[in-house]
T-cell receptor, first 117, second 117 residues
C-alpha cells in the first residue's frame, strides 16, 4: 500500500535560519513525489516534484527537496526561512506502476511550519 | 480561467439534505480529481476522471457520494442524505492529461467547505 508519513506536526524556525520539513513514503514501485503548501482558507499550491533524474529538486519560492531512495525520504528544505513561509506543508506520493490508481495522490497529514521574526 | 475554481466556497446544510459541489478545471485539462480534507488531516482521494469517464472511483466512501463530468470539463460532486461526518473541505484538482506514467502535477482549487448541521 502507498502511504506518506510526516513525522512532525509542527516545525518552528527563526527567520533567516535553514528549515527542513520531513517526509518519508512507502510505495510498492518507484515513486513520484510532490510537495504542496496550504495557506489558511486556501487550496493546495504546488511547490515541487520528483519524477526521475537528479535527486535534488528545486521548486518555487526557494524551496528544494532531496530524494533519498535508500531512506525512502523526500525532505523539503530552504536555506533561509522567511516569515511568509509560515503555512501548512503536505508531502504526497504516487506509485508509478499502479494501473488504474495512477491518478490518485496519497498525502501525509501535513506539517505546520511557523517562522518567527 | 487562470486556475481551478470551485463553487460554492462554503456550504451549510442540514443532516439528511442533498448537496452539489461544482468544480471548473483549468481550461484544456483532461484529468480531474476530487479529494476530501478533514480537519487536521491531509487530503484523501475520492474520484478521478479522465475526460468524461470516472477512471477510478474507489475512494468514494459509500453510495451516497456520486460525481459526474458529462462534457469532460466541469464536474459536480453530489452527496445524498448528508451526515455530520461528511463535514470537510472538498478539494478539486486538474492536470493536463494523465499519461500512463502519471507524472503530471495536479493543480488544486480553493475548495468547498461543507458543514452539515
Amino acid at each position: 500500500a502507498q502511504s506518506v508519513a510526516q513525522p512532525e506536526d509542527q516545525v518552528n524556525v527563526a527567520e533567516g535560519n535553514p528549515l527542513t520539513v520531513k517526509c518519508t513514503y512507502s510505495v510498492s514501485g518507484n515513486p513520484y513525489l510532490f510537495w504542496y503548501v496550504q495557506y489558511p482558507n486556501r487550496g493546495l499550491q504546488f511547490l515541487l516534484k520528483y519524477i526521475t533524474g537528479d535527486n535534488l529538486v528545486k521548486g518555487s519560492y526557494g524551496f528544494e527537496a532531496e530524494f533519498n531512495k535508500s531512506q525512502t525520504s523526500f525532505h523539503l528544505k530552504k536555506p533561509s526561512a522567511l516569515v511568509s513561509d509560515s503555512a501548512l506543508y503536505f508531502c504526497a506520493v504516487r506509485d508509478q506502476g499502479r494501473g488504474s490508481t495512477l491518478g490518485r495522490l496519497y498525502f501525509g497529514r501535513g506539517t505546520q511550519l511557523t517562522v518567527w521574526p | 480561467g487562470a486556475g481551478v475554481s470551485q463553487t460554492p466556497s462554503n456550504k451549510v446544510t442540514e443532516k439528511g439534505k442533498y448537496v452539489e459541489l461544482r468544480c471548473d478545471p483549468i481550461s484544456g485539462h483532461t484529468a480531474l480529481y476530487w479529494y476530501r480534507q478533514s480537519l487536521g488531516q491531509g487530503p484523501e482521494f475520492l474520484i478521478y476522471f479522465q475526460g468524461t469517464g470516472a477512471a477510478d472511483d474507489s475512494g468514494l466512501p459509500n453510495d451516497r457520494f456520486f460525481a459526474v463530468r458529462p462534457e469532460g470539463s466541469v464536474s459536480t460532486l453530489k452527496i445524498q442524505r448528508t451526515e455530520r461526518g461528511d463535514s470537510a473541505v472538498y478539494l478539486c484538482a486538474s492536470s493536463p492529461k494523465q499519461n500512463p506514467g502519471g507524472q503530471e502535477t495536479q493543480y488544486f482549487g480553493p475548495g468547498t467547505r461543507l458543514l452539515v448541521l
